[in-house]
Nanobody
Framework: QVQLVESGGGQVRSGDSLTLSCAAS????????VGWFRQAPGRQREVVAT????????YYAESVEGRLTISRDKARSIVFLHIQSLRPEDTAVYYC????????????????????WGQGTQLTVSS
């Protein structure tokens, strides 16, 4: 079993920056990819960023590219998501997820490609 716990959400103002954290625990954590997703009220869960655990490859959704930075601390099994220039439309529950299956030819941007999920952390951006 793998447990993922997100933290760092809260209420911020438009233009602020914030870093979310995702801490993994349980058995040895060695996924293929860790991703950050978000889900706004009434909308589907969407990927915002992913990082390959054993490489440097990252992926960012077009809608957020340039404002987000995903990084990981392998020694502590933590993944970070730094968001700058926050906007009200960034308001959502942010989830981290880990994919253990190696799937060729995919950027790991689909919910079903992930095996473990955290409970999410709410981020609310006011204008």
């Amino acid at each position: 079993q793998v447990q993922l716990v997100e933290s760092g959400g809260g209420q911020v103002r438009s233009g602020d920056s914030l870093t979310l954290s995702c801490a993994a625990s349980g058995r040895s954590f060695n996924p293929v990819v860790v991703g950050w997703f978000r889900q706004a009220p009434g909308r589907q869960r969407e990927v915002v960023a992913t990082v390959h655990w054993n490489g440097d490859s990252t992926y960012y959704a077009e809608s957020v590219e340039g404002r987000l930075t995903i990084s990981r601390d392998k020694a502590r099994s933590i993944v970070f998501l730094h968001i700058q220039s926050l906007r009200p439309e960034d308001t959502a529950v942010y989830y981290c997820a880990a994919a253990e299956r190696k799937l060729d030819g995919t950027p790991y941007n689909k919910v079903y490609e992930y095996d473990w999920w955290g409970q999410g952390t709410q981020l609310t951006v006011s204008s």
